[in-house]
């Protein structure tokens, strides 16, 4: 498949060799770049940026006129092989040098070609590379399921400005998938192949708000064994994900500004600031008054993070994903469990689509998992699913019970584990999806109850 934001260089001195290349793949691929010269290597890497690192290179190894060895290719290909996020090389060999394309991949070139080459074998070289390049995810949009027209307008958005490098502010109500839309926006976006990193900015102890960030050098304060990168060192070159930032407090907001501000951060006990080139995606469950209120939050800190704002609608406006989102959470339960498969019965099913779900996907999928479960019949009824006409939990269901009545319903095979998961799954069902509001409930930090979440597959 020809990939459309691609970046591919070209570098060899012989400026027709590079104007056939360039016309072959830029037909192909969004980016064809040429340069004739490794010093002018330099000066690209050396402007930094996303966009500095191209995806795929086509190495030349012979520069100078008379020049046969290859020394010249292998040294620009050592360089491109330090870069944090290094290209996928090729080189491209005039003299059918099989040693030196032996020597090429033992440092580290993904492939050869020879000169003159087939021009089928040399797409295919780069597609194979740029393949390898990018690991295929599934965390990216074919994850954020629904068709409805709102989910539809959710993706087009996505796929509209996940290319450039603008701040997105992600809001919506709890367990809608605003994490899911940050990582469809790195996985589409030119930093794919870095790191998407989350950071949970409510769970952040003020006290130690600054080092996780922005890390510290050894000795800067009696715990610092040794230096310490932050989580915005940690993301170069990548998404950096700020959850929760509406939960912030206003002497962190500071903090955080001043590094957007200047895009860069200075670790404590340091003597100067680093450069991070970091896209930074942020999400809040509050709503938009709210963010506007300045007791809550700095409106310079903002319009920094809300270049562009995407709003994901709450399950109960857009009931036309209900019924594919169940079926995709029940198969993956019922696989999970063993169970076999089953249909929705038609009345449960106008029932749930027509359900208020104020904990929206996320409470949606705890329901299937509950009706994978508990249900016994040959179709699943709404009573397996274990909700209210309202939107709230039945009363009287065993996982809407509160927290300690379902540890005392000990079953004689219950173990703690499952007596921790069941006690998650009610603390959740009670606070309708509202991680923070779960957490204090079992008397954990929200970065402990993610953990646990993580742990039992919640
Ligand atoms: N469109 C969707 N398709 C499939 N699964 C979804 C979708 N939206 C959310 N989910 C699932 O719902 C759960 C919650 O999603 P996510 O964590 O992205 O929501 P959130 O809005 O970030 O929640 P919170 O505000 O509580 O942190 C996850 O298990 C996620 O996989």
């Given at each position: 498949?020809?990939?459309?934001?691609?970046?591919?260089?070209?570098?060899?001195?012989?400026?027709?060799?590079?104007?056939?290349?360039?016309?072959?793949?830029?037909?192909?691929?969004?980016?064809?770049?040429?340069?004739?010269?490794?010093?002018?290597?330099?000066?690209?890497?050396?402007?930094?940026?996303?966009?500095?690192?191209?995806?795929?290179?086509?190495?030349?190894?012979?520069?100078?006129?008379?020049?046969?060895?290859?020394?010249?290719?292998?040294?620009?290909?050592?360089?491109?092989?330090?870069?944090?996020?290094?290209?996928?090389?090729?080189?491209?060999?005039?003299?059918?040098?099989?040693?030196?394309?032996?020597?090429?991949?033992?440092?580290?070139?993904?492939?050869?070609?020879?000169?003159?080459?087939?021009?089928?074998?040399?797409?295919?070289?780069?597609?194979?590379?740029?393949?390898?390049?990018?690991?295929?995810?599934?965390?990216?949009?074919?994850?954020?399921?629904?068709?409805?027209?709102?989910?539809?307008?959710?993706?087009?958005?996505?796929?509209?400005?996940?290319?450039?490098?603008?701040?997105?502010?992600?809001?919506?109500?709890?367990?809608?998938?605003?994490?899911?839309?940050?990582?469809?926006?790195?996985?589409?976006?030119?930093?794919?192949?870095?790191?998407?990193?989350?950071?949970d900015?409510g769970a952040?102890p003020?006290?130690?708000?600054?080092?996780?960030?922005?890390?510290?050098?050894?000795?800067?304060?009696?715990?610092?064994?040794?230096?310490?990168?932050?989580?915005?060192?940690?993301?170069?070159?990548?998404?950096?994900?700020?959850?929760?930032?509406?939960?912030?407090?206003?002497?962190?907001?500071?903090?955080?500004?001043?590094?957007?501000?200047?895009?860069?951060?200075?670790?404590?006990?340091?003597?100067?600031?680093?450069?991070?080139?970091?896209?930074?995606?942020?999400?809040?469950?509050?709503?938009?008054?709210?963010?506007?209120?300045?007791?809550?939050?700095?409106?310079?800190?903002?319009?920094?993070?809300?270049?562009?704002?995407?709003?994901?609608?709450?399950?109960?406006?857009?009931?036309?994903?209900?019924?594919?989102?169940?079926?995709?959470?029940?198969?993956?339960?019922?696989?999970?469990?063993?169970?076999?498969?089953?249909?929705?019965?038609?009345?449960?099913?106008?029932?749930?689509?027509?359900?208020?779900?104020?904990?929206?996907?996320?409470?949606?999928?705890?329901?299937?998992?509950?009706?994978?479960?508990?249900?016994?019949?040959?179709?699943?009824?709404?009573?397996?699913?274990?909700?209210?006409?309202?939107?709230?939990?039945?009363?009287?269901?065993?996982?809407?019970a509160a927290v300690p009545a379902t540890l005392v319903?000990?079953?004689?095979?219950?173990?703690l584990?499952?007596l921790e998961r069941e006690a998650i799954a009610a603390a959740l069902e009670q606070a309708?999806?509202n991680i923070s509001h779960a957490a204090r409930m079992l008397g954990v930090s929200r970065a402990a109850l993610y953990r646990k979440l993580?742990k039992h597959?919640i």
């Amino acid at each position: 498949m020809p990939d459309s934001t691609a970046r591919i260089l070209i570098l060899d001195d012989d400026a027709d060799v590079a104007y056939a290349a360039r016309m072959l793949l830029r037909r192909r691929y969004g980016d064809v770049a040429v340069l004739h010269d490794p010093a002018q290597l330099h000066g690209m890497l050396a402007r930094g940026g996303p966009d500095a690192v191209p995806d795929v290179v086509l190495l030349d190894f012979n520069f100078t006129p008379g020049r046969t060895d290859g020394a010249e290719g292998l040294a620009a290909l050592d360089v491109l092989r330090r870069q944090p996020r290094p290209p996928a090389v090729i080189a491209l060999t005039a003299y059918a040098d099989v040693p030196l394309a032996v020597e090429a991949l033992k440092r580290g070139a993904a492939d050869f070609i020879t000169k003159p080459w087939d021009n089928a074998r040399l797409v295919a070289a780069v597609d194979a590379a740029l393949a390898r390049r990018r690991p295929a995810t599934d965390t990216g949009a074919s994850a954020l399921m629904g068709d409805s027209a709102p989910m539809q307008a959710v993706r087009a958005m996505i796929a509209g400005v996940a290319p450039t490098e603008a701040n997105v502010m992600v809001l919506g109500e709890n367990g809608v998938g605003k994490e899911l839309v940050a990582r469809a926006l790195h996985a589409q976006s030119r930093r794919a192949a870095g790191t998407f990193l989350s950071v949970d900015m409510g769970a952040l102890p003020e006290s130690t708000f600054e080092s996780e960030l922005f890390g510290h050098r050894k000795g800067a304060f009696t715990d610092a064994k040794a230096d310490r990168a932050g989580r915005f060192q940690a993301a170069r070159g990548g998404t950096l994900f700020l959850d929760e930032i509406g939960n912030m407090p206003l002497p962190a907001q500071a903090k955080l500004l001043t590094a957007l501000e200047r895009r860069e951060v200075t670790p404590i006990g340091a003597d100067r600031p680093e450069s991070v080139d970091v896209r930074i995606v942020s999400a809040t469950n509050l709503d938009e008054a709210r963010m506007f209120d300045p007791s809550v939050f700095r409106a310079d800190l903002l319009f920094r993070l809300n270049t562009i704002v995407l709003r994901v609608p709450p399950l109960r406006e857009r009931p036309g994903d209900v019924p594919l989102l169940l079926r995709h959470y029940l198969e993956l339960y019922e696989a999970q469990y063993g169970r076999p498969a089953r249909a929705v019965a038609p009345a449960a099913l106008a029932a749930l689509c027509a359900h208020g779900w104020p904990g929206n996907v996320r409470a949606l999928r705890h329901a299937c998992e509950r009706a994978v479960i508990l249900g016994a019949q040959a179709d699943y009824r709404l009573e397996d699913f274990g909700l209210a006409a309202g939107g709230a939990p039945c009363a009287g269901s065993a996982v809407s019970a509160a927290v300690p009545a379902t540890l005392v319903q000990m079953r004689e095979e219950a173990t703690l584990s499952s007596l921790e998961r069941e006690a998650i799954a009610a603390a959740l069902e009670q606070a309708q999806g509202n991680i923070s509001h779960a957490a204090r409930m079992l008397g954990v930090s929200r970065a402990a109850l993610y953990r646990k979440l993580d742990k039992h597959g919640i």
